[in-house]
């Protein structure tokens, strides 16, 4: 499940921040790094109870979606900071981010992404087909 989740995010960062994207992917920074506490917790490990109550009411509404909306918000609302920024810089940034996080800004802008179900949908069936590839192979290379 958090395999799909860290395909799906990766996907939407590559449409709706390109350039951040490409940046963290060239450290070396994976959604796997920085964002499988946010999605395995729901953003309720490491940030304010106020904004993580905020989440989980959105949460039980619309699902994973707002997970991915969250991410991007954070990421977005702090692009300029971490295209400026290596490998370590950008960790540190991450890893002190939840404790500034203000709730009702990160909403709004979690709110104003134009993030439509049938990408994320469209996503999780890459991840699929991509998945059951490597499990054919997996069977036809193994022998009985």
């Known amino acids: 499940m958090v395999g799909l989740l860290h395909f799906q995010f990766h996907g939407l960062m590559k449409k709706k921040l390109p350039k951040l994207c490409k940046h963290l992917d060239t450290q ?4 796997t790094i920085f ?3 946010w999605f395995i ?5 490491s940030f304010q109870f106020s904004f993580s109550t905020r989440v989980w009411d959105c949460f039980l509404y619309e699902g994973w ?9 954070l990421l977005k609302m702090n692009q300029q900071e971490l295209l400026a920024k290596d490998f370590e810089g950008i960790m540190t940034f991450l890893h002190n981010m939840p404790k500034t996080a203000d709730p009702e800004a990160v909403l709004k802008a979690a709110f104003k992404l134009n ?23 997996a069977h036809a ?3 009985l």
């Open 65 to 73: 979606k707002i997970c991915f909306r969250v991410g991007l918000a």
């Open 41 to 45: 917790t729901v953003f309720t490990y």
């Open 28 to 31: 070396g920074l994976h959604p």
């Open 115 to 137: 993030l439509k179900r049938v990408e994320i949908d469209a996503l999780g069936a890459e991840y699929r087909r991509q998945n059951m590839s490597t499990v054919q192979l």
């Open 35 to 37: 964002a499988s506490q």
């Open 141 to 143: 290379t193994t022998p």
